[in-house]
């Protein structure tokens, strides 16, 4: 079975400073996906970034990028220049390719960001 | 495209009563799933379905959840009879199932009395 740990509960940071949010994954696959989404208060799931286990380089979208590192099943997303807009709750899910479409989510962090 | 779509976005009822929420998926996309999200346990998989039909359903609860797709662009999710445990967040998200990303929907905040 595959599960995905956030151990960051809660985080804060300055607006305009960079955080970066932890995310550890276990599983025997070797073709899957993760990914990053974002949840703000109006409680919409918004996909973030995606990562294909088979792609070496770092997933990058504007202002979030990713450190996957696969031998360690590692996978955190770092978000430059901080707005208040990220304030949010972060998930990082998981699916593998034998599983059909299963995602597996992490519990999440509180991203607080402050003027 | 309008993203998925759900409805109602609240639904506030009585213990006992029947609950149905409704989804409609990103058109072409051939896989469908619902979620329940509380404080207690996060985001759960009740069920989901390739090409209308549930492959897993491992998620749901009891034999009070029942779900149902009855063509590509229509599912329901139904709680009958429904009881106050049952309050949380429901989410339908939809899937093309090469991409594997899910785009999901604003939810329906449920709340049972």
């Known amino acids: 079975a595959q599960t995905v740990t956030q151990s960051q509960p809660e985080m804060s940071v300055q607006e305009a400073e960079t955080v970066t949010l932890s995310c550890t994954y276990d599983?025997?696959?070797?073709?899957?996906?993760l990914f990053w989404y974002k949840q703000p208060p109006s409680r919409q799931m918004i996909l973030v970034i995606r990562?294909?286990?088979?792609?070496?380089q770092n997933a990058t979208e504007n202002r979030f990028s990713v450190n996957f590192q696969k031998a360690a099943k590692s996978f955190s997303l770092k978000i430059s220049d901080s707005q208040l807009g990220d304030t949010a709750m972060y998930f990082c899910?998981?699916?593998?390719?034998?599983?059909?479409?299963?995602?597996?989510f992490g519990g999440g962090t509180r991203l607080m960001v402050k003027p | 495209d309008a993203g998925v779509i759900q409805s109602p976005r609240h639904e506030v009822t009585e213990m006992g009563q029947e609950v149905t929420l409704r989804c409609k998926p990103i058109?072409?996309?051939?896989?469908l799933f619902w979620y329940r999200q509380t404080m207690m346990r996060g985001l759960e998989l009740l069920i989901y379905?390739?090409?209308?039909?549930?492959?897993?359903d491992s998620g749901m609860p009891e034999d009070r959840f029942s779900a149902k797709m009855p063509n590509a662009s229509f599912s329901t999710l139904k709680i009958q009879p429904s009881e106050p445990r049952d309050s949380a967040v429901y989410f339908c998200?939809?899937?093309?199932?090469?991409?594997?990303?899910?785009?999901f929907g604003p939810g329906t905040r449920l709340t049972v009395l």
């Open positions: 058109s072409g996309h051939n896989s």
């Open positions: 379905f390739n090409n209308n039909v549930p492959i897993d």
């Open positions: 998200a939809s899937s093309f199932f090469s991409y594997n990303e899910q785009f």
């Open positions: 990562q294909e286990a088979y792609k070496q």
């Open positions: 899910a998981f699916i593998n390719n034998n599983a059909g479409n299963m995602l597996t």
């Open positions: 599983t025997s696959e070797n073709n899957y996906y």
